[in-house]
């Protein structure tokens, strides 16, 4: 089992900024990648970015490629996104995912076996 807890969520307006966090406990050891995901109201969850645990490969959705920035610091077992220069568009409930299937694709929602509890992102126009 891995255990995620997201924080740093909140209300900003456009063209701020937001600074994700996801800590990760439990047999994290087992995890291949990890990732972000939102849920905007009236859509259906949408990958967001993702990082490999123990790798140096990221992937990214091309709405927020150079605008957001995922990273993540294995001695704290915690990941991040850097959101910067926010839309109204990205408004959601952003979740930190991990997987520990290998070699599957880090950019599919079905492959997260695990699921924090969500934060809520705000951006106003």
């Not at 990082?51 to 605008?67: E, F, L, N, P």
């Not at 959101?83 to 492959?111: F, H, I, Q």
Request: net charge positive; aromatic share 12%; glycine share 12%.
């Amino acid at each position: 089992q891995v255990r995620l807890v997201e924080s740093g969520g909140g209300l900003v307006q456009a063209g701020g900024s937001l600074r994700l966090s996801c800590a990760a406990s439990g047999r994290t050891v087992s995890t291949y990648a990890v990732g972000w995901f939102r849920h905007a109201p009236g859509k259906e969850r949408e990958f967001v970015a993702a990082i490999i645990w123990r790798g140096i490969s990221t992937y990214s959705a091309d709405s927020v490629k150079g605008r957001f920035t995922i990273s993540r610091d294995n001695a704290k077992n915690t990941m991040y996104l850097q959101m910067n220069s926010l839309k109204p568009e990205d408004t959601a409930v952003y979740y930190c995912a991990a997987t520990t299937a290998y070699g599957g694709s880090p950019r599919s929602l079905r492959e997260y076996d695990f699921w924090g509890q969500g934060t809520q992102v705000t951006v106003s126009s």
